[in-house]
Protein backbone atom coordinates (compact mmCIF):
# COMPACT_ATOMS: atom_id res chain seq x y z
CA UNK A 1 0.00 0.00 0.00
CA UNK A 2 1.18 3.33 -0.57
CA UNK A 3 1.12 6.26 1.89
CA UNK A 4 -2.75 7.90 0.90
CA UNK A 5 -4.07 4.01 1.18
CA UNK A 6 -2.54 3.29 4.21
CA UNK A 7 -3.97 7.03 5.74
CA UNK A 8 -7.29 6.01 3.82
CA UNK A 9 -7.63 2.60 5.90
CA UNK A 10 -7.16 4.81 9.14
CA UNK A 11 -10.00 7.26 8.62
CA UNK A 12 -11.97 4.09 7.21
CA UNK A 13 -11.39 2.90 10.61
CA UNK A 14 -12.73 5.98 12.55
CA UNK A 15 -9.11 7.60 13.80
CA UNK A 16 -7.57 10.64 12.48
CA UNK A 17 -4.61 10.01 10.03
CA UNK A 18 -1.56 11.53 11.37
CA UNK A 19 1.82 11.16 9.81
CA UNK A 20 2.82 8.85 12.87
CA UNK A 21 -0.23 6.39 12.62
CA UNK A 22 0.41 6.26 8.36
CA UNK A 23 4.17 5.82 9.37
CA UNK A 24 3.47 2.95 12.02
CA UNK A 25 0.91 1.09 9.92
CA UNK A 26 3.26 1.30 6.69
CA UNK A 27 6.48 -0.22 8.74
CA UNK A 28 4.31 -3.21 9.58
CA UNK A 29 2.72 -3.60 6.09
CA UNK A 30 6.49 -4.04 4.97
CA UNK A 31 7.54 -6.37 7.93
CA UNK A 32 7.81 -9.91 7.09
CA UNK A 33 7.17 -10.71 10.52
CA UNK A 34 5.41 -9.42 14.05
CA UNK A 35 7.34 -6.39 15.34
CA UNK A 36 7.99 -5.05 18.97
CA UNK A 37 7.09 -1.85 19.70
CA UNK A 38 10.48 -0.80 20.09
CA UNK A 39 11.31 -1.88 16.65
CA UNK A 40 8.78 0.20 15.24
CA UNK A 41 10.40 3.18 17.00
CA UNK A 42 13.51 2.33 15.80
CA UNK A 43 12.39 1.86 12.31
CA UNK A 44 10.80 5.63 12.54
CA UNK A 45 13.83 6.71 14.06
CA UNK A 46 16.09 5.18 11.33
CA UNK A 47 13.44 6.63 9.12
CA UNK A 48 13.60 10.23 10.48
CA UNK A 49 10.17 10.22 11.68
CA UNK A 50 10.23 12.09 15.70
CA UNK A 51 7.58 10.04 17.87
CA UNK A 52 7.61 9.20 21.30
CA UNK A 53 7.95 5.74 22.28
CA UNK A 54 4.86 5.75 24.66
CA UNK A 55 2.81 6.72 21.19
CA UNK A 56 4.24 3.94 19.39
CA UNK A 57 2.69 1.66 21.87
CA UNK A 58 -0.59 3.09 22.28
CA UNK A 59 -0.70 4.08 18.19
CA UNK A 60 -0.13 -0.15 18.07
CA UNK A 61 -2.64 -0.83 20.45
CA UNK A 62 -5.35 1.30 18.45
CA UNK A 63 -4.47 -0.13 15.35
CA UNK A 64 -4.91 -3.47 16.64
CA UNK A 65 -8.36 -2.17 18.38
CA UNK A 66 -9.97 -1.26 14.79
CA UNK A 67 -8.43 -4.28 12.85
CA UNK A 68 -5.40 -2.78 10.78
CA UNK A 69 -2.66 -4.71 13.06
CA UNK A 70 -2.57 -7.44 14.46
CA UNK A 71 -1.48 -7.89 18.29
CA UNK A 72 0.22 -11.48 19.62
CA UNK A 73 1.27 -12.70 22.55
CA UNK A 74 4.12 -15.10 22.48
CA UNK A 75 4.50 -17.60 25.35
CA UNK A 76 7.66 -16.64 27.71
CA UNK A 77 8.09 -13.02 26.12
CA UNK A 78 6.44 -9.84 27.65
CA UNK A 79 6.45 -7.77 24.94
CA UNK A 80 3.34 -8.10 22.48
CA UNK A 81 4.62 -8.02 18.74
CA UNK A 82 2.77 -6.48 15.89
CA UNK A 83 1.94 -7.31 12.08
CA UNK A 84 -0.19 -5.49 9.68
CA UNK A 85 -3.53 -7.48 9.51
CA UNK A 86 -3.51 -8.74 5.68
CA UNK A 87 -6.93 -10.26 6.79
CA UNK A 88 -5.03 -14.14 6.22
CA UNK A 89 -5.02 -16.48 8.75
CA UNK A 90 -1.30 -17.42 9.79
CA UNK A 91 0.41 -19.55 12.52
CA UNK A 92 3.91 -19.08 13.99
CA UNK A 93 7.66 -21.48 14.31
CA UNK A 94 8.83 -19.50 17.36
CA UNK A 95 12.44 -20.09 18.11
CA UNK A 96 13.24 -20.62 21.94
CA UNK A 97 16.62 -19.84 21.82
CA UNK A 98 16.60 -16.83 19.42
CA UNK A 99 13.08 -15.63 19.60
CA UNK A 100 13.07 -15.88 15.60
CA UNK A 101 9.08 -16.47 14.19
CA UNK A 102 8.38 -17.63 11.20
CA UNK A 103 4.67 -17.79 9.58
CA UNK A 104 3.46 -21.15 8.71
CA UNK A 105 1.93 -21.65 5.54
CA UNK A 106 -1.18 -23.81 6.07
CA UNK A 107 -4.00 -24.13 9.13
CA UNK A 108 -3.88 -27.92 10.47
CA UNK A 109 -7.28 -27.22 12.41
CA UNK A 110 -9.68 -26.06 9.66
CA UNK A 111 -11.22 -29.40 10.10
CA UNK A 112 -11.04 -29.41 13.95
CA UNK A 113 -12.83 -26.30 14.00
CA UNK A 114 -16.01 -28.04 11.73
CA UNK A 115 -16.19 -31.54 13.41
CA UNK A 116 -15.75 -29.52 17.17
CA UNK A 117 -18.72 -26.68 15.89
CA UNK A 118 -20.63 -29.52 14.44
CA UNK A 119 -19.77 -31.60 18.05
CA UNK A 120 -21.17 -28.73 20.24
CA UNK A 121 -23.15 -26.06 18.52
CA UNK A 122 -20.58 -23.21 19.18
CA UNK A 123 -20.21 -20.97 16.27
CA UNK A 124 -16.43 -20.82 15.93
CA UNK A 125 -14.87 -17.83 14.88
CA UNK A 126 -11.23 -18.54 15.03
CA UNK A 127 -8.40 -19.87 17.47
CA UNK A 128 -4.49 -19.09 17.57
CA UNK A 129 -1.38 -21.64 17.63
CA UNK A 130 2.09 -20.93 17.98
CA UNK A 131 4.60 -23.62 17.81
CA UNK A 132 7.64 -23.66 19.89
CA UNK A 133 10.89 -25.06 19.32
CA UNK A 134 14.21 -24.41 18.64
CA UNK A 135 15.57 -22.97 14.76
CA UNK A 136 18.19 -25.01 13.19
CA UNK A 137 20.83 -22.44 13.48
CA UNK A 138 20.21 -22.66 17.43
CA UNK A 139 19.90 -26.33 17.64
CA UNK A 140 23.80 -25.97 16.38
CA UNK A 141 24.73 -23.42 18.94
CA UNK A 142 22.77 -24.58 22.06
CA UNK A 143 24.04 -28.05 23.38
CA UNK A 144 21.14 -28.00 26.01
CA UNK A 145 18.44 -28.22 23.17
CA UNK A 146 16.51 -31.21 23.09
CA UNK A 147 16.73 -33.57 20.09
CA UNK A 148 13.56 -34.80 18.10
Not at 57 to 71: F, H, I, N, S, V
Not at 114 to 139: F, M, N
Request: aromatic share 6%; net charge positive; hydrophobic share 35%.
Amino acid sequence: MNDVELGEAVRRCGLKNTKGRSAILGILEKSERPVSAEQVFMAMRDGGISANLSTVYRTLEALADKGLARKLTIAGDSRNLYEFNRMEHRHYLVCLACNKIVAIDSCPLRDYEKRLSAETGYLITGHRLDVYGYCPECRISYPQCPSP
